[in-house]
């Protein structure tokens, strides 16, 4: 016969921060196990929908479902939400009511609709410094810092999450730094070796490391796997005990930035970083992450946000290149909530309360660089679609003091548009950051602000 369990008040539920959870002589049973498109069609039935609109085809120009890259059919829902205007029909005339009114209302759809929502209490993490290493990057000597963030995981054993991040600062900084953080794609610090100056010019690290700042890779897949199999595990699994998400759970992207906020907490403690200044960086599907990270951790001093596309930057509202339905479809849902497949079908993009021109709004006033590539080769992306969303996100700099992009008109390719607090720049290569680093160091230039360089000795008496 079962004994009945008895609840264990845990040292962090006696300090109010956990979950309570009941503990008996079962262990814990292991997460629920479903295959990506076992889930996806659970969500579906959670929903009631029995089927979604067809995302666009960008590998046959040729298909019935061929993706659109003609701008004349590319606005089929021209008129955005207006984020000045409050559910009650309202109009937000002042900095205050912005903070206070509005900016609530547009969270809540973003946490409802369309990323899910983080539990209102997640795990500590404990962050061990695993190996401090000096180096020289070209000229500069460096330190290097290899970290796992320990995620509690006393509230459900079977899930264990451990952050990778790395951190380089120059060692010769006389203060705290500015640090730029990147979602690296690859393992542990990145993607290999660092190009080398010479071809195609200095790697990002490089360039940000000559401005005296620092640069952090952090490594999304520690956080949280890139599928919906995955969903029961990670961070997102820990928190729901190895149970599938509800509908407004939140999905990977939110997941990402979560452990971004995290890397930014131990930060706050590493006396070689000014932890007021540290920006985030991501590419693709972490250029969406680093958005939302963005968006939603005002503890961000800035963004460069790299062909964010569809789910990132690019307006919903747009057919171009991807859509929504990709998006909704199985290969990507779980980077977002469970309730954003309902606008792929039945309900439209016009149906969506919010669009992602008030997801830059919500970074406001801080500065947000958004890059994409030319469109014959970063098509995929639309970068006329991020450029609106860009502008869209203008009154809102505006009404609290700040400059918006300065046009409304779209640029020619690698115009750069950084006079403002919102940036942005379409280079001409294909699915890449690097040729947008030169241009947002520049715009990150007015911003952070690496310890002055020690004096230098003056002349010896004579
Ligand atoms: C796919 C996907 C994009 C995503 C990209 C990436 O192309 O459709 O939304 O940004 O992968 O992350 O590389």
Known sequence: MKRPSILVLTPVLLAGLAYPVARGDDPPKPPVQLSTPEDHKRTMELLNIKELRRGANGNNPKAEN?????ESKANPFPNLPDPLVLKNGQKITTAEAWRNDRRAEIVEDFD??????VPKVTPLVKWEVTATEKRMIDDIPVVNKRLVGHVDNSSYSPVSVDIQLTLTVPEKATGPVPVMMEFGFGGFGGKGPMR???????????QVLAKGWGYAILTPGSIQADNG?????????????????????????????WGASRALDY??????VDARQVGIEGHSRYGKAALVAMAYDERFAIAYVSSSGAGGAKLHRRNFGELVENVAGSGEYHWMAGNYLKYAGPQTWNDLPVDSHELIALCAPRPVFIGAGATN????????????????AGPVYRLIGKKDLGTTEFPAIETPLIDGEVA???????????????????????YLKAPLAPATKPPAPR
């Not at 061929?66 to 003609?70: E, M, S, T, V």
């Not at 930060?267 to 070689?272: G, L, P, R, S, Y």
């Open 66 to 70: 061929a993706a659109n890259f003609d």
């Open 112 to 117: 409802r609709e369309i990323y899910g929502r």
């Open 196 to 206: 080398p100056a010479g071809k195609g010019g200095p790697g990002w690290q490089q």
């Open 229 to 257: 199999t995955g969903l029961t595990k990670g961070i997102i699994g820990l928190c729901n005990q190895g149970q599938p998400r509800k509908l407004d759970d939140w999905g990977a992207l939110r997941a990402w930035a």
């Open 267 to 272: 930060f706050e403690t590493d006396k070689a």
């Open 377 to 392: 080769g970063d098509g995929w992306v639309d970068a006329r679609g991020m450029f609106l969303a860009a502008v869209g």
């Open 424 to 446: 942005f720049r379409q280079h001409n290569g294909g699915h890449t950051p690097g040729p947008n680093w030169p241009t947002f160091v520049k715009f990150a230039d007015r």
